[in-house]
Protein backbone atom coordinates (compact mmCIF):
# COMPACT_ATOMS: atom_id res chain seq x y z
CA UNK A 1 0.00 0.00 0.00
CA UNK A 2 1.15 3.31 -1.07
CA UNK A 3 0.15 6.05 1.28
CA UNK A 4 1.41 10.17 1.09
CA UNK A 5 0.10 12.93 2.74
CA UNK A 6 -0.15 16.11 1.01
CA UNK A 7 1.52 18.86 3.66
CA UNK A 8 2.27 22.09 4.19
CA UNK A 9 5.02 24.15 5.91
CA UNK A 10 4.15 24.63 10.18
CA UNK A 11 0.47 22.22 9.20
CA UNK A 12 -0.50 21.38 12.37
CA UNK A 13 -3.59 19.66 11.14
CA UNK A 14 -0.93 17.27 9.27
CA UNK A 15 0.53 16.78 12.09
CA UNK A 16 -2.23 15.02 13.60
CA UNK A 17 -2.50 12.83 10.55
CA UNK A 18 0.86 11.84 10.65
CA UNK A 19 0.48 11.04 14.33
CA UNK A 20 -3.02 8.76 13.91
CA UNK A 21 -0.52 6.89 11.24
CA UNK A 22 1.92 6.22 13.20
CA UNK A 23 -0.57 4.81 16.59
CA UNK A 24 -1.89 2.64 13.28
CA UNK A 25 1.47 1.41 12.28
CA UNK A 26 1.13 2.79 8.76
CA UNK A 27 4.14 4.10 6.94
CA UNK A 28 3.58 7.21 4.51
CA UNK A 29 5.56 9.39 2.67
CA UNK A 30 5.13 13.29 3.79
CA UNK A 31 5.32 15.21 0.47
CA UNK A 32 5.13 19.29 0.94
CA UNK A 33 2.98 20.50 -2.19
CA UNK A 34 4.60 23.95 -1.45
CA UNK A 35 8.21 22.20 -3.24
CA UNK A 36 5.89 19.85 -5.08
CA UNK A 37 3.47 21.46 -6.80
CA UNK A 38 2.65 19.33 -9.52
CA UNK A 39 0.72 17.19 -6.57
CA UNK A 40 -1.99 19.90 -6.23
CA UNK A 41 -2.53 19.63 -10.10
CA UNK A 42 -2.97 15.60 -9.54
CA UNK A 43 -4.81 16.49 -6.07
CA UNK A 44 -6.45 19.52 -6.11
CA UNK A 45 -6.75 19.93 -2.17
CA UNK A 46 -7.32 23.41 -1.02
CA UNK A 47 -7.06 22.20 2.42
CA UNK A 48 -4.09 20.54 4.16
CA UNK A 49 -3.79 17.37 4.53
CA UNK A 50 -4.38 15.75 1.66
CA UNK A 51 -4.51 11.77 2.50
CA UNK A 52 -3.67 10.04 -0.56
CA UNK A 53 -3.60 5.74 -0.69
CA UNK A 54 -2.64 3.84 -3.53
CA UNK A 55 -2.99 7.03 -5.99
CA UNK A 56 -6.46 7.78 -4.87
CA UNK A 57 -7.13 10.85 -3.15
CA UNK A 58 -9.21 9.58 0.21
CA UNK A 59 -9.54 12.22 2.93
CA UNK A 60 -9.11 15.66 3.27
CA UNK A 61 -8.38 17.42 6.30
CA UNK A 62 -8.31 15.19 9.72
CA UNK A 63 -10.02 11.90 9.35
CA UNK A 64 -11.98 10.62 11.71
CA UNK A 65 -10.10 7.22 13.35
CA UNK A 66 -12.44 5.04 12.36
CA UNK A 67 -12.71 5.99 9.04
CA UNK A 68 -8.49 5.74 8.65
CA UNK A 69 -9.12 2.19 10.37
CA UNK A 70 -12.01 1.10 7.50
CA UNK A 71 -9.50 2.36 4.86
CA UNK A 72 -6.51 0.49 5.64
CA UNK A 73 -8.36 -2.73 5.92
Not at 31 to 52: H, N, R
Request: proline share 7%; hydrophobic share 40%.
Amino acid sequence: MNVKILTTPGCSNCQVVEKMLDKLEISYDLIDVTEKPEYLEKYPIFLAPGLVIDEKLEFIGIPKIEDLKKAFK
